[in-house]
Nanobody, 124 residues
């Protein structure tokens, strides 16, 4: 049974930083691709960033240069460091696991397991 648990969300002012964590059980992150997505009420869940099993990363244009995805294999945890946060970054952030061992995917339908989400709120 695969379980993904996100943490690290919260309230921050514009320009501030947060680091989200996604801890996994039942699967080893380093063997697969892990993605971060976000969703606001009334909108579709959108891709934010991903890291594959060899450490390649990919970012949405809206967060490129501000967010960094990384992985700690020893802790089986993936992180999303978010800097220079903007009010439009406010959303529930989800981590997800793609067990196909293919190229990095940005479509939610390509991910097999999801966490419960963590709320990030950026005040102006």
């Amino acid at each position: 049974q695969v379980q993904l648990v996100e943490s690290g969300g919260g309230l921050v002012h514009t320009g501030g930083s947060l680091r989200l964590s996604c801890a996994a059980s039942g699967r080893t992150f380093r063997r697969y691709a892990t993605g971060w997505f976000r969703q606001t009420p009334g909108k579709e869940r959108e891709f934010v960033a991903a890291i594959n099993w060899i450490g390649n990363t990919y970012y949405a244009d809206s967060v490129k240069g501000r967010f960094t995805i990384s992985r700690d294999n020893a802790k089986n945890t993936v992180y999303l460091q978010m800097n220079s946060l903007k009010p439009e970054d406010t959303a529930v952030y989800y981590c997800a696991l793609d067990t196909t061992r293919s190229d990095i995917k940005t479509d939610i339908d390509d991910y097999d397991y999801w966490g419960q989400g963590t709320q990030v709120t950026v005040s102006s």
